[in-house]
T-cell receptor, first 112, second 116 residues
Framework: EAQVTQNPRYLITVTGKKLTVTCSQNMNHEYMSWYRQDPGLGLRQIYY???????DKGDVPEGYKVSRKEKRNFPLILESPSPNQTSLYFC???????????FGQGTRLTVV | AQKITQTQPGMFVQEKEAVTLDCTYDTSDQSYGLFWYKQPSSGEMIFLIYQGSYDEQNATEGRYSLNFQKARKSANLVISASQLGDSAMYFCAMRDPNQAGTALIFGKGTTLSVSS
């Protein structure tokens, strides 16, 4: 089954404790992105990657890092999480031949 | 800069009625794509329908249709014969033509409530 898998689905952590949210897709897609969703703001792009070792900032990259060492994986790293990064996070992937973006199930992160 | 505007924070409709969710967009580019996604209370994002800027006909997918009016820069979603399971948040999005990839610019969403 074609899918984008994020882990964990839910996470509560404390300020300053480094964390990684993993994202993996099994569709051999070139493009992957991370978004955060906040009430009243819709989804905003954090980082994106056009292929292995090619990443770039989206609209709200501050406080986040990403890496794309393999085509299937695109982890989101919060080196020092803060409460304003409490949000619902989505990973998405897309083939350059397709118009549709496939989304993961979402990760609900709470930073206290 | 590209922008998506959804002016209806919430919409209420009865089962079996049709409902239109509004979406306007702003771009100076000639080539772009417009999407609608559904987000039920469980949180996942479900792709509903896509319209390319050069598509001459309005997109349809089952009970969903996209009323594309290019001159007005609107891309309204029409759901025919609403069902209780249609209750969810709906997002209109546009692919950023300056960024080849998964870059989607989202509106703030409209919450649809379907009652029996």
């Amino acid at each position: 089954e074609a899918q984008v898998t994020q882990n964990p689905r839910y996470l509560i952590t404390v300020t300053g404790k480094k964390l990684t949210v993993t994202c993996s897709q099994n569709m051999n897609h070139e493009y992957m992105s991370w978004y955060r969703q906040d009430p009243g703001l819709g989804l905003r792009q954090i980082y994106y990657s056009m292929n292995v070792e090619v990443t770039d900032k989206g609209d709200v990259p501050e406080g986040y890092k990403v890496s794309r060492k393999e085509k299937r994986n695109f982890p989101l790293i919060l080196e020092s999480p803060s409460p304003n990064q409490t949000s619902l996070y989505f990973c998405a992937s897309q083939s350059h031949r397709s118009t549709e973006a496939f989304f993961g199930q979402g990760t609900r992160l709470t930073v206290v | 800069a590209q922008k998506i505007t959804q002016t209806q924070p919430g919409m209420f409709v009865q089962e079996k009625e049709a409902v239109t969710l509004d979406c306007t967009y702003d771009t100076s580019d000639q080539s772009y794509g417009l999407f609608w996604y559904k987000q039920p209370s469980s949180g996942e994002m479900i792709f509903l329908i896509y319209q390319g800027s050069y598509d001459e006909q309005n997109a349809t997918e089952g009970r969903y249709s996209l009323n594309f009016q290019k001159a007005r820069k609107s891309a309204n979603l029409v759901i025919s014969a609403s069902q209780l399971g249609d209750s969810a948040m709906y997002f209109c999005a546009m692919r950023d033509p300056n960024q080849a990839g998964t870059a989607l610019i989202f509106g703030k969403g409209t919450t649809l409530s379907v009652s029996s």
